[in-house]
Structures are given as structure tokens and as C-alpha cells.
């Protein structure tokens, strides 16, 4: 991979006519991530990457499946089979799934800090974490099984039924169980279940966790053996991190304990958004499997109505998280605002207020400095981070749903600018966890998988279709 260019160095992004140079280019970088994910294929699943993250995390093997049905569909289909196993009885599909092989430092907090086995619901004999992650995986599901070909399209559909009750059941369970407000919306109880962990869109409520002394043991991060700590999470937020999960964990993982105690209850655009594109792949699922899709339908219905009804802002044209306990929406304009552009019902007037705001100075400054597309917050913002986490950098993941949002709705430029980038910071910087907007710099894991894995999707993705689909 060539080096980073220097901070403030100009930056150009392929424009949309000259998209197909770049995508015939990017045969290496294919190449290179198929050799990613083989290199972190344990043999049921695929690790986040070798050093920080050896363990199995729920929507980095949705996104991992989806990247290796383009040319490993046996590969694809176990990575979400060994997920699924972790599953608990009252269906959540839990953030990571431990596991046994890996030693027992190898990840800080780990088996023993979750205690799991503290619930009835969980898996025995199998050590989980005790929260979820963004419910991607019934799209995931269902684009593995659009890639599988006519030969093994049968034993596809075999491996699609047997996954899709458990699918349902994920589903029910979060909009039953974590329906906190009676509005529709399903509330997260931690940071890492939103899959920002860190992001900005929490600091309102989160500085004002208070630890009491003596809540926690003395332990040791073991991320900052493999990451700047100029990257990471401070040490104060990870010790309010530990403080929700012992909250949970006091509550035995009872979704209405955990509500009742927890300091940190949200609603956010970001997970509700997948939630909702998730329902629709199951309803396509139910389809394909002779059964009845109205369910899922009138569930994706519900949340469309009620992410308009609760979160969006007339005045600020803007989609933002609900701060539960306060019963405050938070200012903060990071990239969890943009996530509904998913639902293919979206009104064609938040359309427009979404894309105007991707293309604001704000998170697409041309011709103010160099920048890659899209960072995760506000440039313009006083603590705007460009190397910290999820306060300013670039992800792929995030990337891909923008991209996969705005192909939907036929707003083919930008999106092809988002492709672009991507496939520059990659070639520039590596399959790493994250990039810098300012200078396309890598940061976190190296080898990450699920840059790799959407990397490889976004380009056979564009190769394979010239307009928009669902």
C-alpha cells in the first residue's frame, strides 16, 4: 500500500464519470481483501481482526457474510450459522460471542467480567456477552442467499429456512423487549450497542455518569496494547463503559431490570433504521420461503412512523438520537443522523434534507482543505477528532449504508463519491479499522475484516449494477 499523503496535502476524489477507471483498478485491492478475511477465518468464523478483536462480534460477521457470498458462500453461510448459535433463548443475538480457543487476557472485558451465565437466557456453556449490536443480519442473510448459484440454490434456501425463525425471533425480541418508550422505537442500554461506541451523539448523557468509588475492580485495557491511545475511547469513558456493563450484568441481562436501572437509555436513528431494513430482508425471506411476510411489513411500518414521529426535527432537518432517560433529543450532527436513508419508503423531502447535509461543509467541505468522505462527525465541530474513534473518522461500514441508502434512492453521485473515497483511503492506508478525513491516514486494527468485506461488496456491487437497487 503507498503512504498516507501528508495532512494537508490536497486530497482529490474520483469523480462519477471517471468511476469505472477506478473500479477496473481495483482488482488488486479485491485480491487483497479475499486474503484478509482467509487470513482471519478461524474455521467457524472470521475474527475482527488478529490482535485487538480474536473473538466473534455480531455485526462484523453480518457484514463479513456479506462480503464473502461474492465468492465463498460456504464461508458466508457458516459465519452466520456460528453467530446464531450464540443466540439466547429469549432470541437476542449477543455483541460478541466468545470465544474458547482464544486466551483468556486475550480480550479486556471478556468471559469472566460478563458472567452471562447470570441469566437464564443465555446459551449454556457458551460465554456471551450480555448486549446486542444493530440487528443487520436478516439482510445479511438474505444477500448471501442472492448470491448463491444456480447449482446450490437449493441447499441456500435449506440453510435460509433454518435460519429464518431465528431471525424472527431476533427481531420480536427487540421490538418487544426494548420498546422502552412505547413509541415504536427500540432503546439501547449501552455505548457498544449502538455500533458507534463512541460516538459524540452520547456525550450529553454520558458525562453525566457518575462512578461510584468502589463500583468497579481494578482492571487493565488491553486495547491499548494494540492501539494509540490517541485512537481510543479516554480512560474516563471507558471506566462509565464498565460501570453500564456491571449495572446490566447486577440485573441478570433482564431487558426490563436493565431499563428500570440503567443510567443510559437511548433511541437512535442509526439502529432503528437497520432494524426496519432488516424487516423488510425478513419479509423477502418469508417470501422466498412460502411464508407470510405481512408481519414483517407491518413492523418495518411501525418504525418508519415512528423514527418520523419521534426523532426527526422540522426545524433542524435532521434525524437525532432520544436521550430516554431525560426525554431530551440530542443536538450532536454525527453520521447516526443520516442511517434512515436505508428504508426504500423514505420521503423523497427527508431525502433531500439528508443528502443537503451530506454535502454541507460540515461532513463534505470542498475546496475548504483536503477531506475524505464521510466523517463521523461534524468538521466543524469545536471537538471534532479526526483520529479519535468515532468522533471524526472515516469507516467503511458506515460508508457502505450511506452508499447502499443513497444507490436506493437514486442519488447515484454522491454515492459514487462515498465509493470513490472508500477505495482510495483503502488503497492509500490499508484495510484498517479507520481513516482519517483530513489526511486518509489508517488507524486501529490492521487487516480489519469488515472493511474488507464491504470493500469487496461495494465494487462487485457497482460492477454488477449501473442504477439503484434495493
Known sequence: ????????????????????????????????????????????YTRPSQALYPHQWSWDSAFIAIGRSWYDAERARRELETLFEAQ???????????????????????????????????PIGRPTSGITQPPIHARAALEVHRRAGPDE???????????????????????????ASGSGLV??????????????????????IVVPPGALPPYRRHDLD??????????ADYERYLYLLTIARDARYSDAAVMAATPFLFAGPLFNAVLLWSELAAAQIAELLGEDPAPHRAAAGRIRGALARELWSPRRRRFGPWDLRR??????????????????GLAEPTVDAICRELESPSFHPRGQGPHFVVPTYDERAADFDPERYWRGPVWLNTNWLLWRGLRRHGR???????????????????????????????????????????????????????????
Open 226 to 235: 494494540h492501539a494509540a491511545a490517541a485512537d481510543r475511547p479516554t480512560d
Open 88 to 122: 439466547w433463548r429469549n432470541g437476542m443475538v449477543p455483541s460478541i460471542a466468545f470465544d474458547p480457543a482464544a486466551p483468556a487476557d486475550a480480550y479486556f472485558p471478556g468471559p469472566d467480567v460478563w458472567q452471562s451465565e447470570r441469566s437464564p437466557d443465555a
Open 187 to 208: 432503546a439501547i442500554v449501552h455505548p457498544w450497542e449502538s455500533g458507534l461506541d463512541d460516538s459524540p451523539a452520547w456525550d450529553r448523557d454520558f458525562d453525566r
Open 412 to 470: 447515484l453521485h454522491l454515492a459514487e463519491e462515498i465509493l470513490a473515497s472508500s477505495l482510495e483511503l483503502v488503497r492509500r492506508s490499508g484495510f484498517r479499522e479507520y481513516f482519517d478525513p483530513l489526511d486518509g491516514s489508517g488507524h486501529g486494527s490492521d487487516r480489519f475484516s469488515w472493511s474488507a468485506a464491504l470493500l469487496i461488496d461495494m465494487v462487485m456491487r457497482q460492477r454488477a449494477t449501473a442504477g439503484p437497487r434495493p
Open 327 to 344: 426525554d431530551e433529543r440530542e443536538p450532536e450532527d454525527t453520521v447516526i443522523s443520516f442511517a434512515p436513508i436505508l428504508d426504500p
Open 1 to 44: 500500500m503507498n503512504e498516507p499523503a501528508a495532512r494537508h496535502a490536497w486530497v482529490t476524489h474520483a469523480a462519477p464519470a471517471g468511476l469505472d477507471a477506478t473500479l477496473d483498478a481495483a482488482d488488486d485491492l479485491v485480491a487483497e481483501a479475499r486474503d484478509v478475511l482467509d487470513g482471519n477465518w478461524t474455521g467457524a
Open 153 to 179: 440454490r437449493a441447499r441456500s434456501l435449506d440453510w435460509l429456512g433454518r435460519l429464518y425463525p431465528r431471525l424472527s425471533a431476533q427481531l420480536r425480541h427487540l421490538e418487544t423487549a426494548r420498546d
